[in-house]
């Protein structure tokens, strides 16, 4: 079942957290051992600006289905000032499911990217 999060808000040339918790059908934490994690982030027409490979995917409490995903600033000081969507998938046995998606607001940079 695909969850909607609340907005995000990030600014571009920053590095990204965002800390996330997995669940199953019946709304109990879902251990991520064992799956291949995506996530990206797309624009307004679904294509995509920040790939899985460019993040890093942490499982931060397996038993939880806590999990941390990093995007550094290379990748963040390229996304244009805008509205977007992410979206994070599991695939375990040639089983996938999208496990939430929603909002996420690009803000300009404050300070130059380092």
Do not use: C
């Not at 695909?2 to 965002?18: E, V």
């Not at 397996?62 to 977007?84: C, F, H, L, M, R």
């Amino acid at each position: 079942m695909t969850a909607s999060h609340k907005l995000h808000s990030f600014f571009a040339a920053d590095d990204w957290t965002i800390n996330g918790t997995l669940y199953d059908i019946y709304d109990d934490p879902l251990n991520p051992t064992g799956y291949t994690i995506e996530w990206g982030l797309y624009d307004f027409n679904l294509v995509p600006v920040i790939n899985t490979g460019d993040v890093i995917i942490t499982i931060a409490d397996a038993v939880n289905g806590k999990i941390v995903i990093t995007v550094p600033s290379e990748k963040t000081q390229i996304v244009v000032p805008g509205d977007y969507t992410d979206a994070l998938r599991l695939t375990k046995n040639q089983n996938t499911g999208t496990m939430w998606t929603g909002p996420i607001m690009v803000k300009k940079a404050r300070f130059p990217a380092i």
